[in-house]
């Protein structure tokens, strides 16, 4: 008679096993806790007053995903990163989010948890433009707007030097059943270094916007548009890729509009999807 298998082993063992990975998970997040500490002294966060570092914080996202197997769903490791990363930035410099919620108060809420968690305070505002002001007003705070329509232009705040500028689009990693799926740009001020620079965001002025001019302009870049009906114009809110602009001002002059001004207004990093059957890109 062959051997009969060996048993399964019992619930307690499984389960102690479970407790000596917590003990070992709980215990290297204070460790990471401690790292931060140490970071805090040599990191110039005094200088804006965030310690939110946005290329950081792509390239970490990104590396999660593509290291990622097993039954614990993306969403679920996503989620926990970015309360720990979020966390972690809160605890060196304390922060609020402020939220515009005049598209959707649940998605925009949803937004700010899934990415920030609940330690950092979270500011509701009826328009995007209130969200920046608070941000503008503040010392390192972060306003999230929504990255693919507006009602208001408040990126022309954005303009001046010194301002705060667009520095992330969320969610970092795209997919179709995203659980915090809606686009959005994230404001704030930001050390220069810290900047991703693969897709920069201009202002842009334009004279003689219609309908066709729309048409033309949107197979070459993302356009958030604000028409202001007293002057036939419109402010813009393009995104490009690094020294794109002048294309895009041609395209503009060539389908009959005119360009009064232009300003760089932030940058973030390249979009970058999963795609359903799991391989990510950007
Ligand atoms: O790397 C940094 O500069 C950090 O402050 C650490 C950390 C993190 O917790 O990993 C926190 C905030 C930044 O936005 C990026 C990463």
């Not at 515009?100 to 925009?108: L, Q």
């Amino acid at each position: 008679m062959p051997p009969s298998p060996p048993a399964p082993p019992s619930l307690e063992v499984l389960r102690k096993e479970i407790d000596t990975i917590d003990a070992q998970v709980h215990s290297l997040l204070m460790q990471r806790g401690d790292i931060i500490d140490r970071l805090i002294q040599v990191k110039q966060t005094q200088e804006v007053g965030s310690a939110f570092r946005p290329a950081r914080e792509a390239d970490m996202m990104r590396r999660l995903v593509e290291r990622h197997r097993g039954i614990l769903p993306l969403d679920t490791v996503e989620s926990i990163w970015r309360v720990i990363i979020s966390t972690f930035t809160y605890v060196q410099a304390p922060f609020s989010v402020h939220a515009d919620i005049s598209a959707s108060e649940p998605a925009m809420r949803d937004s700010a948890r899934f990415h920030f968690g609940f330690t950092v305070p979270y500011v509701a505002h009826f328009s995007a433009s209130a969200a920046v002001e608070a941000v503008a007003r503040s010392k390192g705070d972060l306003a999230l707007v929504s990255a693919t329509s507006s009602h208001t232009p408040w990126w022309i705040a954005l303009e001046t030097s010194g301002a705060p500028k667009v520095t992330a689009r969320l969610p970092f990693v795209e997919r179709a059943d995203h659980p915090a799926a809606l686009p959005v740009f994230v404001v704030s001020r930001v050390a220069d270094s810290a900047m991703v620079t693969e897709v920069e965001m201009w202002s842009v002025r334009v004279s003689g916007w219609n309908a066709e001019v729309a048409r033309a302009l949107s197979p070459l870049a993302e356009i958030v548009a604000v028409p202001d009906t007293a002057f036939d114009g419109a402010a813009l809110l393009v995104s490009v890729a690094p020294g794109s602009l002048e294309k895009i001002k041609s395209a503009l002059i060539e389908a009959g509009a005119s360009v009064r001004s232009s300003a760089l207004v932030g940058s973030h990093a390249t979009r970058y999807t999963v795609p359903p059957n799991g391989a990510a890109r950007s």
